[in-house]
């Protein structure tokens, strides 16, 4: 984007890059918030248009945070239209297998419990985790990303992965 760095968000080749290099970071965001990748991609699209509607209000240095600001508010809005199941996990059977049956329902079980483990952490705890373990973050990408500092993403990551300890430790 240094290119670019002065042309305008109403600028097709200026949006389109911008759109290329960022939705996937704003998907996996509002993923991580709510769970379901079909809604994250909904909202997404939808913060996309209303920043191309609003592309004259908008400097390409504050499109990011405004794009957050607007990914977030959409999904504080949805959560308060209904109430969101983190149920993400998508479980493929395997065909053939080696595995006894047992080993598979077991596996199964721990995954499910992994996962309502992780949907469980308070929601700045997951965030932090996610970014950092699914998208391989690196604690200061985060601490930019969230517009928060290292030592609150060190602290989350520690409460989070204090607390998944516990809960994994009983399974």
Known sequence: MATIKNSSMCDEK???LFFKTHSKVFRNYIYYKCGDIQQAEDIVQDTFIKLW????KVALKKAKSYMFTLANNAFLNQVTHKKVVLEYQKTIMRQQTNESPEFILEEKEFLLKLNKAI???P???RVVFLLSRIDKKKYRE???LLG???KAVEKRMSQALDTLRKKISNI
């Open 123 to 125: 929601e700045k705890q």
């Open 53 to 56: 509607k609003n592309c004259a």
């Open 14 to 16: 200026t949006y389109e």
């Open 142 to 144: 985060i601490s930019e």
């Open 119 to 121: 949907a469980d952490l």
């Open 148 to 150: 928060i500092s290292i």
